[in-house]
C-alpha cells in the first residue's frame, strides 16, 4: 500500500507538472464555455441538443487524452531509464501499475473538474447553462470516460516501447472505439440474421467502455426513446434500481481487466530484463 501511494503521490507531482495536461485542460474549457456561450438562453434539462452537443465532445476529447497522458506516462519511464532505477527499489509491478493509474486518474479528474467548474460559475453568471440533474450525469459520462480510457492507456503503454509507439497505438484505439464504432457497429449487425441483432449489440457494447457509457447517459438523461426499438431492454435496466450497481461493477471489472492484463504483458517483459 505504501509503495502504490508513493507511486501514485509521485505520478500526480509529474502530471500537473506536465504541460499536455494543461494545455488539454484549456482546450476542454474553452469548448465547454463555446458551447455554453451559444446556448445561453436559459437552463437545459434533461436530454437535449446542448446535452447531446456536450456528450459528443466529451467523447471526442476526453478518452484521446486518457490515452496519451497515460501511454506517454508509461513509455516515459522506460525510454528516460526511471523504471530501470524504480526496479532497483522493492516495487511490485502490481503496486508499481496501480499507482499510476491513481496518480493518472487524479491529473484526468482535475482537467474535468476544471471545464466543468469554468461552465458552471459562467453558466451562474450568465443565468444559463446545465440543471443540477444534468450537470450531475454530465460530470459523471466525463469521469467515467476518463477512467475507463485510462485503463486502456496502461495495456498501451504497457506495450509501446517507446512514445512514438504509444502515440500511434493511442489514436489506433480512440479512431476505432469513438470515429469508427458506428460505422463498424452497423455492418455488422447487418450482416447477421435478425434473431442475433440484440444479443449482438449488448456483446458488441460491452466491448466498447465509450459506447456503454454513452448509452447508460444517454438513457439517464431521458433520450432513451432515441436509441431505437432494438435498445429497449437497456432502457428498462438502466432505469431500473439495479441499473447503477450494474454498471459499476461493469465498470470495475473492466478497469480491472485492463489493468490485469498490463500486469501480465509488464511483467513478463520485466523478467526478461
Do not use: C
Not at 500526480?12 to 484549456?26: D, E, H, L, Q, V
Not at 465509450?210 to 438502466?238: C, H, N, Q
Amino acid at each position: 500500500m505504501t509503495e502504490t501511494a508513493y507511486v501514485a503521490a509521485r505520478e500526480m507531482k509529474i502530471g500537473f507538472r506536465n504541460p499536455w495536461a494543461y494545455s488539454f485542460t484549456a482546450l476542454f474549457a474553452l469548448f465547454m464555455l463555446s458551447l455554453l456561450l451559444i446556448h445561453s438562453q436559459g437552463y437545459v434539462k434533461g436530454y437535449s441538443g446542448m446535452s447531446g452537443t456536450m456528450l459528443n465532445l466529451a467523447l471526442y476529447l476526453l478518452p484521446l487524452m486518457a490515452l496519451m497522458l497515460g501511454s506517454f506516462s508509461l513509455t516515459g519511464e522506460k525510454e528516460e531509464g526511471n523504471w530501470e532505477l524504480l526496479s532497483t527499489y522493492p516495487l511490485g509491478t502490481g503496486a508499481f501499475l496501480i499507482g499510476k493509474y491513481i496518480g493518472l486518474a487524479a491529473v484526468m479528474l482535475a482537467v474535468v473538474a476544471m471545464g466543468f467548474g469554468i461552465s458552471g460559475v459562467a453558466g451562474w453568471l450568465l443565468g444559463g447553462g446545465w440543471d443540477t440533474f444534468t450537470y450531475v450525469r454530465l460530470l459523471f459520462f466525463s469521469v467515467m470516460l476518463s477512467l475507463f480510457f485510462l485503463g486502456i492507456s496502461m495495456m498501451v503503454g504497457t506495450l509501446a516501447r517507446n512514445r512514438w509507439q504509444a502515440l500511434t497505438i493511442s489514436v489506433g484505439v480512440w479512431f476505432f472505439a469513438i470515429i469508427a464504432w458506428p460505422s463498424l457497429l452497423i455492418a455488422a449487425l447487418g450482416m447477421m440474421p435478425y434473431m442475433w441483432i440484440k444479443p449482438s449489440v449488448v456483446a458488441l457494447t460491452f466491448l466498447n467502455p465509450a459506447e456503454l457509457t454513452r448509452l447508460f447517459t444517454v438513457v439517464k438523461l431521458g433520450g432513451g426513446s432515441t436509441l431505437g426499438p432494438e435498445y429497449y431492454d437497456w432502457m428498462a435496466w438502466i432505469g431500473s434500481s439495479w441499473g447503477m450497481p450494474v454498471f459499476a461493477a461493469g465498470a470495475v471489472a473492466w478497469i480491472g481487466m485492463t489493468l490485469a492484463a498490463a500486469y501480465v504483458v509488464w511483467e513478463r517483459r520485466r523478467g526478461r530484463v
